[in-house]
């Protein structure tokens, strides 16, 4: 494998270290260190990326609390979607080329400055986006596509209820969902993201402390209440969704914040005819995160070239700030993508804040 790369006289240029955050010991923030780790060589099948960006997911902050363990095979480093550019190939990588400037779905190891990913996972950054900002589609994009449209089976003209409007995820979802002709229902947590939602393209959002999302589902579907929820809450979120749904409506469920369990009225189930079901990511196999993102390249990639569609970018930090990246997503006070950044260029997507040039968001 080595031998390919040589071929390309790639390996000069890539050292045999790299700068990257690993997870000391379970626990908070602190526990994410600047270290230095080998730079890791491709295997069959594997793209190396030198990484322009990183982008920080909620599974990070449970990775770092020792809550959710890499799967088998995959890094410890965590960091599960980088931008950048490819350096080196592994054998049988057919279809990408050293130099080719890529955004990719990993399961993990994406906190470094250069990182291995399936090239299956690998998707071009689109045309009109910025490299570092590319870091912040896919686990976003690959959640919301598979859960939204191919398990919810959303299409044009229908209504979906999203939770956590002001998320990484819930910012795509409202994006996307727009951009495909639904209708759009935003819950979040406070006014200002609940106008950021509305900004993005929800038809209204609902502070969900200050009212009853199921009310305001009701008076704006006229009783007749929604197509899909998804939902990234759970506990007691359950019988409240179903209470949502309209006849033939669905329920994905993509996270527990509340907890697992939760009251199902099986008698309104069969009688509204609904469908809870819900995914996880990140244990999927390659071949099948392979298939989303050829989705996503056919159905998608248009629409953020187009400019109708884009990743909302709270923030940035430098790589070795990534506990301070942290922090700000615990606090909540995020709305869309924190980025941890290797290259330093400015960003174009719309409203980014930057910490680069030392503001706090
Ligand atoms: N199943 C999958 O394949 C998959 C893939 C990726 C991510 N996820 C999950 O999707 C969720 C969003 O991920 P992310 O990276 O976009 O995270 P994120 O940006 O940190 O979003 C979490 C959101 O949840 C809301 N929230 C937190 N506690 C809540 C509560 N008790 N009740 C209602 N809302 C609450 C917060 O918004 P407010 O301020 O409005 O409360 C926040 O916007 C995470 O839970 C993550 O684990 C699932």
Known sequence: ???????????????????????????????????????????????????????????????RQGKYPPPPGASDLPGLE????????????????????????????GYAEYCLAPAPQCLPVPAGLDLVSAAGLPETFFTVWTNVFERGRLVAGETLLVHGGGSGIGTAAIALARAMGARVIATAGSAGKCAACERLGAERAVNYREEDFVAVVGQLTAGRGVDLVLDMVGGDYLPRNLACLAPDGRLVQIALLRGA????????????????????????????KGRIARALCERVWPLLAAGRVWPVIDSRFPLEQAAEAHRRMESGAHFGKILLSVDPRPLTTPGPSDNFGGRHP
């Not at 494998?1 to 690993?22: F, S």
């Not at 469908?275 to 244990?283: A, D, F, K, Q, Y």
């Open 261 to 288: 369990h939760g009251e199902l009225d099986l008698g309104r189930l069969m009688r509204q005819r609904l469908t809870v079901t819900g995914s996880t990511l990140r244990v999927r196999p390659v071949e099948e």
């Open 1 to 63: 494998m080595v031998q390919e790369v040589l071929k390309t006289g790639v390996p000069d240029t890539i050292p045999e270290t790299m700068a990257c955050v690993e997870i000391a010991a379970p626990g908070g923030p602190e526990a994410l260190r600047p270290a230095r780790r080998p730079v890791p060589r491709p295997g069959p099948g594997e793209v190396l990326i030198r990484v322009a960006a990183a982008g920080i997911n909620r599974p990070d902050v449970l990775q």
């Open 82 to 109: 980088v931008s950048g550019t490819i350096v080196a190939l592994g054998a049988d990588v057919a279809d990408l080329g050293v130099g080719d400037a890529v955004c990719a779905l990993l399961a993990g190891g």
